[in-house]
């Protein structure tokens, strides 16, 4: 970080004293990313100036990284013949990420500039549903016939490779596009020149389809440790395929979408700055209404019991502490179970197992806080005959909401799975709705045969 | 996961019938990950039987992708040759994820049938501290000299090439093992025989220390879409590579650590199920301690008000709505922050830019949860005097908090940033103290305020 800072300022010091030459020095030896996090930090003004100063092929890697916001800076500042030229040199993944991002003006002018195949190609992979394996694909792959020796292949991938996404993994297809078999780089430098395709390929290939959804592209990618994975339609026909630092970027969007569903946000499209003040608080408030409801229920049972409260005012006092312990009990359990299951070591076969391995964890959690929950109480109140009370009803309490916690933590996401429902989604919601009534329902019942009120 | 389940049937109908011959080829045309997926479904004292029926190499594949139980059996069941044979199958950073789940005595075993060199290896990395790039890093690569051809790399490679975990990126060394540079494959593959290495090779590489943290290591493979990571010491000598699918299981380690943490939950080392059920507990019991305390300094506060309570014992029913939506609201912020530092999307520079965003958030929000909050106490109460006031506290309370608890979330973990503490862990259990305590003691101001108490 402070390495791009350092060379932020030089650009900046070399932009001002106008040496040009210096300035596509110190940026060509830059990384893409790196020039798309320095622009990020440059006045909007000399970024196209910037651009301009690269050489044509960074320029365009260096615009794929670049936020969404930077790039509709400089699409409006291009010149039709720069926008064809960066559009150009553009995988058509990458342009089609674009697009998802750009106001209808701007796609306008892209797809205006585009030549008419690519046009069709951006065109078709945009009508692929949202989130499916179809949508993320690119089609700049090489395919290669059974007939070829292995010498031919390596003529045809000197041709192509300089349009190819990878030339690691090549694609054995027939006339007809149907995938037949992949042969990879590896395999292909190690064979003879004289080798036929054919016999060298791997026949069983590992592909998702273009309805599938992308996550499960990006899981197999990730599980098998593939390059890149070849996307079929239903007739088993090559349309595209999915790179290995795609479904990087599919895992994290994933993983991001959990970690929002677990503070119960309703995921964003874009990221923080990008989403409004208004569309950030739509994706909060439902949750917090549902989760002032679940308050609402148990405000009314403790009314239930305002007469004991007026008797001993002390006992609301308790509440806060049962209340947390409860809850933080069961998103606990909860996370883990989620979590699990998302990494496919939980299934739900293992629910008795799990099970019973939370109630475990729960009995010696609540015994330890049971009895630091007593011993801090008995001290607060000099051990007083009332405060044996206090401590008894409060531990009882804990130990009972932190097993009932914990086995509705296991219940509920395996359940939501079940049921096909997305388990981070059902289980933060409801799980506090339970845990909160069972604390306040227990506590108030154990007062009540105690303190015979 | 069906197919793996018919697969899994297939095989063990042809594990009953003894169609050795059978299973041998349903098993050859599985995937490593399938075949460990299998075993684990099927009894214990069968593993070593199907294990043996495997090609070598596949058996071998297959192993490093078993859950460390299952490969402790199997290590167990193999005579000295069959472990020997395994061990010279495997790459060097899997040796080491292996030996560091195994109890001594095993690591005892697989040491001894090591070849010197091999075991040599395996101590230099072990010695690599904990979570560093060198303590994931294989020495696997394929080393390349400056005065080379193309030709000769080639050469070079077809003879190693079976040893290596990958050939698509070639590292240039000087006799002493200096890095001085890279030529991936598909250079290789784009020049012609007699072009010399050291003109076509990258000289701006992007490399990691051993020292360096292996999640530093992860994201720069992210970040710049590498195939594998090159590390090197202090002298600059490489001593290993880190790859991709290396870095996928790194990302997905930490993404399941920051859960855990959000969830008030010590990382653990383990799976799910191989922690124990007193691991289990220690990694959760303190946090659940923590907020324990939380609770026990918001009922003190509450102590304090006994009097109003006691006169108005229904003011209390509003004391769990109220919490809840403080302590969500901030969980909200503060993971919407976390996660956008991590992602590196919000930086400490965009402090004020950030908290400015959450205000008027928090402001949306607590006009829409007031003015519900409001309307359903007037509609409970049908609109009596009393509850016009009760409207008031809670719904004023509530907007004060909402915002204090945006506010705590985006302050907390940017604070732990700075100070180079983890913002997940630090922010979790602080900011539901904050927001409990704020939320009783203003709630109870205001109620002395208008109830005149």
Known sequence: ????????????????????????????????VDIAALTSELPR??????????????????????????????????????LKEVLQQLFLDDTVDIIEEMPANVVKRILKNSDPSMRQDI???????????????????????????????????KRVAIDRETIYTC???????????????????????????????ETNVISSLTTDAKEDCADKISKYDLLAIPIVDNENRLVGIVTFDDAIDVIKEATEDDFAKMAAITPSENTYFRTS???????????????????????????KFENA??????????????????????TQASTMVIRGMAMEEIHLRDFIRVWWK??????????????????????????????????????ITMVAVICIAKSFGVILPMLAKKLRLDPAVVASPVLTTICDICTVAIYFALITVFFKL
């Not at 993320?136 to 991938?157: G, P």
């Not at 208004?278 to 229920?297: A, D, E, Y």
Request: some cysteine; hydrophobic content about 50%; aromatic content about 6%.
């Open 1 to 32: 970080m402070t390495d791009i800072r350092t060379m932020s300022e030089r650009a900046l010091v070399l932009l001002i004293e106008r040496k040009y030459k210096e300035l596509r020095e110190l940026l060509s030896e830059m990384e893409p």
């Open 45 to 82: 003004d000399i970024i196209p100036l910037i651009f301009r100063l690269l050489p044509k092929e960074l320029a365009a890697d260096a615009f794929v990284e670049m936020d969404a916001d930077l790039q509709e800076t400089l699409i409006q500042a291009f010149s039709d013949l720069e």
């Open 123 to 157: 065109n078709e992979v945009l009508n692929y549903p949202k989130d499916s394996a179809g949508s993320v694909m690119t089609n700049e792959y090489v395919d290669l016939r059974l007939k070829m020796t292995v010498e031919d292949a390596f003529k045809r991938i």
């Open 171 to 201: 694609y054995v297809t027939d006339q007809d596009r149907i995938l037949l078999g992949v042969v990879t780089a590896k395999t292909l430098m190690l064979s003879e020149p004289d080798d036929i395709i054919e016999d060298i390929m």
């Open 277 to 303: 003040v208004l569309s950030h608080t739509k994706n909060r408030v439902f949750w917090l209404l549902l989760l002032m409801l679940s308050g609402i229920v148990t405000g009314a049972i403790i009314a």
């Open 309 to 330: 409260i007026a008797a001993i005012p002390a006992l609301v006092t308790f509440i806060p502490m049962l209340m947390d312990t409860s809850g933080n009990s069961g």
């Open 358 to 395: 939370e109630i475990r964890i729960a009995l010696c959690i609540g015994a330890t806080l049971g009895l630091v929950n007593t011993a801090r109480i008995l001290l607060q109140y000099h051990a007083a005959p009332e405060s044996i009370y206090f401590a008894l009803t409060t531990s």
